[in-house]
């Protein structure tokens, strides 16, 4: 009897300790907020991104992997840029292909205009 009465009181003590650990120790008080992390060194804002500000690109880490906003921030500015080169290049190639056949086409006219 004196030992059933023992391991009572034991597991009273252990799962009294367990749930102020838990609660915070009685203090009516939460955890404080810490400042939450955020990116050292973002993306500039003042000109387009370039190959080193990726590979320097680093997320900080949040409870369960990265900030999801961060980097779909991140990434749908990358992807805007994108965009916007891959826009660029098209028109740019659509010009070059232009002049390309324009220049053909006036170096043509002249020798066939010998030839007649």
Not at 5 to 33: H, M, Q, R, W, Y
Not at 36 to 54: F, G, Q, Y
Not at 70 to 87: G, N, T
Request: hydrophobic share 50%; no cysteine.
């Amino acid at each position: 009897m004196f030992m059933f009465l023992f391991l009572v009181v034991g597991l009273a003590v252990v799962v009294g300790a367990v749930t102020l650990s838990v609660i915070g120790g009685g203090e009516n008080a939460p955890l404080p907020d810490i400042e939450a992390e955020r990116l050292d060194d973002p993306l500039p804002p003042d000109r387009p991104v370039n190959h080193a500000d990726i590979e320097t690109l680093r997320f900080p880490l949040a409870a369960r992997g990265y900030r999801m906003a961060e980097v779909d921030d991140a990434l749908s500015r990358i992807a805007a840029e994108l965009a916007e080169r891959d826009a660029r290049i098209a028109d740019l190639e659509h010009a070059l292909a232009g002049a390309q056949a324009t220049a053909h086409a006036s170096l043509r006219k002249p020798i066939e205009g010998d030839q007649q």
